[in-house]
């Protein structure tokens, strides 16, 4: 986890609110330093987590948790994470016939159907254990990327209806949170995508936005991150808050500063 | 990578390394653990796999694309495990090149090729490859491998540094150069005696689809199905994922792809703006790359994106693949004869490269690249502008120069965007 950012958002491993739906968002620039940051600020925080990792492999992100910290295997071994990798489940539903539900069974379908063996799944992990004592503080999904949902044939309604489902039980029933990344197509028409970002930010607490800049590339600064509190719950006679930096991101760390406070520039 | 890794960090036998690589579910990113450096491991050999290196960032093994200009751009080569997409030109004249360049490498190399392609035959592309050039040390070497495959070790006895006789050798699996990135001669052809030492698979469409069109579950279009099962079958077969327990592999396997979504595969995402199949060519994508991230495999694919009606697919596919790279010829536009341009035959935009185990990615800053086919080599250079030396500077001359200047590109690639109507 980025200690910065934990400063900007004003919270720590040990004081995290629950209940909460938190949206990554990039545009233009890869976002996935977010998901890294979140993914071991929610191991360190104890919790149990559900990751369902579309987008890369296991070894990925278990090389980069140990540049921030966390040990996805060690993790995965206590029961702490539950780790549904995407490309290897993928090829596992394609070429061998499953016999029981597997959550990427859509894959094989021809017409898009649900996405309630995903579902299933994630509740199935995340559902607290009975008996004994309480080992994790509060469970945590996890979703790296919902667009890679889009691609692989599921319509946006599946996947809004998926993350209500998700929503209701892991938030609302289990009081746990919610993170999940969604790529934002920008100028590109993609009809889908905007259906899908515009659903989720609707029902999000915070929304963490990572934009290119608007100059084009630069080598000292990757890009800006806007923050944006929401509740979507109580009606706006608050002001939704927001704030907006710019970042760097580094080998083991990302810094972060006012727009155009860049060390490279003062 | 696993093989690799595994191999050098414990027991003996070869065996025992492939049971552990399969056993502990290592896929080809797996970092070299830490090795001590000579003095416990005085057993097994080092094996390194010809014509790869390791990443200088995060310890990746790569591949030479067959370009070296694009393997310094790329920041060293292509990981093994990745898919490396090439946006054709529009008359597809210098994808072609880029292809052939990659597969050529791995005859150069000997590694195992897969060739797939829906309009040509594939042992017709191997025949077109270009050939090497090597320099007269390597190219002696070469010769004399290519004519006595099976010489004995030598065993000259050393004079001088007799101390080294008694080291174990490295073992190298039978390259016919050990460097890393070769140039090609788009001249020549590949000597015949290369091609057939080499090993290589093809998969001809017409001769693999059958008339009978069986409905398949699957909303995929049956030539990727097929193209995906044979891939899949030839990666077992030849334990490149080191599953198959009889077959010990140490060696790459270079996947080349023609003009994917073309309609000649029977993707109608070239035609039509909301096909039957928009998501067929997608779903192929992330299957696909889900087979490569599990073996020693790299992929090269190359697709007429210019075609696709519905960007929005676009986008998607670029999403899906890890390296992607744009070519943009000159030809029938008004850039060929734009005095800016007269140097070279095309831009070449490198749209996205991947952040790979790492939170940073290796991105050139160089973002305003330009590529041209002289008679022998083709090469990769920065697109800068000529001086203007003329005496008189016409208002409308600097015009066009400025026209141009501006539709260089927006200088950015995947990593940040910006909005197109800044000028500076």
Same mark, same amino acid.
């Given at each position: 986890m980025f200690v910065e950012l934990n400063n900007l958002l004003n919270t720590t491993p040990d004081r995290a609110e629950q209940g909460k739906l938190t949206l990554l968002c990039d545009a233009k620039t890869d976002g996935s330093f977010l998901v890294h940051h979140f993914l071991s600020f929610y191991l360190k925080a104890n919790c149990k987590v559900c990751f369902v990792a579309l987008f890369q492999s296991f070894s990925h992100y278990n090389i980069v948790g140990q540049k921030l910290g966390v040990n996805l295997t060690v993790a995965r071994e206590r029961g702490q994470l539950v780790f549904l990798e995407g490309l290897k489940s993928a090829v596992d539903v394609f070429f061998q016939t499953q016999e029981e539900p597997h959550p990427l069974q859509f894959l094989r379908e021809a017409n898009a159907g649900n996405l309630k063996p995903l579902f299933e799944f994630v509740r199935e992990a995340l559902k607290p254990v009975d008996g004994g004592e309480a080992r994790w503080t509060y469970p945590v999904l996890l979703v790296d990327d919902l667009s890679v949902l889009l691609s692989l044939g599921m319509g946006a309604v599946a996947v809004l209806d998926f993350i209500h489902y998700c929503r209701a039980t892991v938030c609302w029933e289990l009081k746990g949170n919610m993170v999940i990344l969604v790529h934002d197509s920008g100028d590109v028409e993609d009809e889908e995508n905007d259906i899908l970002l515009n659903g989720v930010s609707h029902q999000s607490h915070l929304i963490l936005r990572a934009e290119g800049l608007a100059t084009g590339f630069c080598r000292d600064v990757h890009g800006q991150l806007r923050i944006l509190w929401r509740r979507p719950s109580q009606p706006t006679a608050q002001r939704d808050q927001s704030l907006t930096y710019q970042y760097k991101i580094q080998d083991k760390s990302v810094s972060f500063f006012a727009k155009g406070m860049s060390p490279a520039v003062l | 990578m696993a093989a690799v890794a595994t191999c050098g960090s414990g027991a003996g036998s070869p065996g025992s390394a492939v049971a552990t690589a399969s056993k502990s579910n290592v896929t080809s990113f797996q970092r070299r653990g830490p090795r001590a %450096?000579?003095?416990?491991?005085?057993?097994?050999?080092?094996?390194?796999?010809?014509?790869?290196?390791? %990443?200088?960032?995060?310890? =990746?093994?790569?591949? %030479?694309?067959?370009?070296?200009?694009?393997? =310094?751009?790329?920041?060293?080569?292509?990981?093994i495990g990745t898919v490396l997409l090439i946006e054709e030109d529009k008359y597809n004249i210098y994808s072609p090149l880029l292809f052939k360049c990659f597969l050529a490498e791995g005859i150069v190399n000997g590694h195992t090729l897969l060739v797939a392609s829906a309009k040509e035959d594939p042992a017709n592309i191997l025949q077109e490859l270009p050939a090497p050039l090597l320099d007269d040390n390597s190219k002696k070497e070469f010769d004399e491998d290519v004519y006595n495959h099976k010489t004995p070790e030598s065993n000259i006895k050393m004079k001088i540094a007799w101390r080294y006789q008694l080291l174990p050798k490295m073992e190298q699996i039978g390259p016919v150069s050990s460097r890393f990135g070769h140039y090609y001669d788009a001249s020549k052809r590949i000597p015949q005696e290369l091609i057939e030492a080499s090993n290589w698979h093809g998969f001809f469409l017409p001769e693999k689809i059958s008339s009978t069109l069986k409905v398949e579950p699957w909303s995929l279009t049956p030539g990727y199905i097929k193209l995906l099962q044979f891939i899949q079958n030839i990666i077992y077969e030849e334990g490149f994922d080191g599953s198959n327990p009889q077959k010990k592999q140490r060696n790459v396997l270079r996947i080349g792809i023609q003009n994917l979504g073309s309609p000649l595969w029977g993707d109608d995402i070239c035609c039509a703006e909301n096909g039957s199949n928009s998501h067929s060519l997608t779903k192929f994508l992330y299957v696909l790359r889900g087979l490569l991230r599990t073996s020693l495999s790299a992929c090269i694919i190359t697709m007429p994106t210019h075609l696709i009606q519905n960007k929005a697919i676009i986008a998607r596919v670029t999403n899906l693949s890890d390296i992607v790279i744009g070519l943009e010829s000159f030809i029938g536009s008004e850039r060929e004869t734009n005095p800016l341009y007269k140097d070279y035959h095309g831009l070449i935009h490198i749209r996205q490269i991947p952040r790979l185990n790492n939170l940073i990615c290796d991105e050139s800053d160089v973002k305003d690249l330009a590529f041209k086919l002289k008679r022998k080599l083709f090469t990769i250079e920065r697109l800068h502008l000529p001086p203007d030396l003329s005496d008189t500077v016409s208002h409308s001359s600097k015009q066009d120069l400025a026209e141009s200047t501006k539709r260089l590109g927006p200088g950015c690639g995947m990593m940040a965007g910006g909005k197109k109507h800044l000028d500076f």
């Open positions: - | %450096s000579g003095t416990n491991d005085s057993g097994p050999r080092l094996v390194s796999i010809a014509g790869t290196r390791p %990443s200088v960032r995060n310890g =990746q093994l790569l591949v %030479s694309t067959g370009l070296p200009a694009l393997d =310094q751009l790329l920041g060293g080569g292509l990981a």
